[in-house]
């Protein structure tokens, strides 16, 4: 089974603060996903990556950005946390267009 | 403009009966759909997905119907059981858009499974 590892479960931090999420997928799959999880507006895709060194906006991109510097890592990055940014983050993988998307198990962010 | 919408919010069901949940899409191009179970404080499973050409696909307990006349997906859960109750997402692909290939998820429907 395709296994999707988010380094935390929750995290706790303060406005303005840079933070990190990262992701690490086991399966080669060339691309990855982020998407943050609002009750009432279901999961909206932030950024993408088909491949190391490649990324592409999503439909809500302001405010994040993203590294992809070896295959199996993708990191989802806020440059200065808001708010409005307190969300569940789940990161995502498949291997192919029309391909299932294996999730991780979140990361429930928390700017305060 | 898109959409993947679910009709109903919630659903209740007594265990052992079985489900049905439904959901509606609007881009007539799109050609994949793929239903997700999401249990609380989890990320998302994968239950069964159907390409377009296909009306119908079964899988253990689970069956998804496709009506492209009517832009209409269902998930069918036989035998319902307490350890179904999660909160469920259709999604579909979104060929035609400026997201070409990417899945467009709707808002979800929670299911409650009484004893």
């Known amino acids: 089974d395709v296994k999707v590892t988010q380094s935390s479960r929750y995290l706790v931090k303060r406005t303005g603060e840079k933070v990190f999420l990262e992701c690490v997928q086991d399966m080669d799959h060339e691309n990855m996903f982020w998407y943050r999880q609002d009750p009432g507006l279901g999961l909206r895709l932030i950024y993408f990556s088909y491949d190391v060194k490649m990324k592409e906006k999503g439909d809500i991109p302001e405010g994040y950005s993203v590294s992809r510097e070896k295959k199996e890592r993708f990191s989802l990055i806020l440059e200065s946390a808001s708010t409005n940014q307190t969300s569940m983050y789940l990161c995502?993988?498949?291997?192919?267009?029309?391909?299932?998307?294996?999730f991780g198990s979140g990361t429930q962010l928390s700017v305060l | 403009g898109e959409s993947v919408g679910l009709h109903l919010p919630t659903l209740s069901v007594q265990e052992g009966d079985n489900s049905i949940i439904n959901c509606a899409y609007s881009n007539s191009a799109s050609d994949y759909f793929i239903w997700y179970k999401q249990e609380s404080g989890k990320g998302p499973q994968f239950i069964i997905d159907?390409?377009?050409?296909?009306d119908k696909r079964q899988g253990q307990r689970v069956t998804v119907l496709l009506n492209k006349t009517v832009k209409h997906l269902s998930l069918q859960i036989a035998a319902t059981q307490p350890g179904d109750s999660a909160v469920y997402f259709c999604a579909e692909n979104s060929h035609g858009s400026s997201n070409t290939g990417k899945l467009i998820f709707g808002q979800g429907t929670t299911l409650q499974v009484k004893p």
């Open positions: 159907i390409r377009s050409n296909m």
């Open positions: 995502a993988t498949d291997r192919g267009t029309n391909e299932k998307l294996f």
